[in-house]
């Protein structure tokens, strides 16, 4: 099950003046400016996506905030805070941070994810024009099917929830296994692909879970997921899925 809705301008300006001491965001922007020299001013970024949401995800509940803004043409990064089941103890953050560079037809993607205040990892992808284009498209229509709710409230669907917002099924924008009560076993011999990266992550993921007869959650298969999610570039559905899946380790 999703709901949420978009930030409020003051919180979105609150959250990004409050991150600028944050550990893990100096230490992401140090280890991205061995590539690009910038600096992070909250009043110049300009922000591209900022929802709040919860998402459950068998009997769990994550209540999350995400900001995705650029600080230059082709620098981005993306900050995920959330909790499970209400519970503010398990609160936790991560920033994703992006390095992008174009040659000729080809799209190579830099990209740092900072979990902990003692470490960032690093990944490279790369992608052709022409399936940036077909992500750019496809994310319209994801964020259009997005389960915007006016009414939502963080923490909601931990209770009995009877909302014309709440989504459930497979993440909107035609995902094909990506979300609760989506996908599973058939994974492992389906040969229909997702959608886009992030699809086939989850594709991957569901196969995972089968091969190794585990639950959610599951360290090595989340682990992994959260992993390829962060690598197969951003979509609008991205946030949710590392939300839910990148606690485990």
Known sequence: ????????????????HDIKENKKLKNLIEEMNHKQKF????????????IEFDA??????????SIYFEVASNVKIRYITRYRNNDLSTQNDFFVGEYYNEDNDEVTLNNYTARSENYIKFSESTFDQEL???????????ESEFPFYQDYVPGMLNGDVEANGVFDGCLAGGYIWCGQA?????ACTST?????????????????YTKRGVSYP????????????????????????????????
């Open 1 to 16: 099950m999703l709901i949420g809705k978009r930030l409020e301008e003051q919180e979105i300006k609150f959250i990004l």
């Open 39 to 50: 600096e992070f001013n909250p009043q110049e970024v300009k922000v591209i996506q900022a």
């Open 56 to 65: 459950k995800k068998e009997e769990d509940v994550v209540t999350a905030k």
């Open 132 to 142: 940036i284009a077909l992500y750019k498209e496809k994310n319209d229509k994801e």
């Open 182 to 186: 989506c996908g599973g076993s058939s």
């Open 192 to 208: 229909k692909k997702g959608i886009n990266g992030l699809d086939n992550c989850c594709k991957t993921h569901d196969c995972c």
């Open 218 to 249: 599951n360290c090595y298969c989340d682990q992994r997921l959260c992993d390829c999610a962060q690598a197969a570039g951003k979509t609008f559905n991205t946030p949710v899925v590392e939300a839910v899946m990148c606690f485990v380790c």
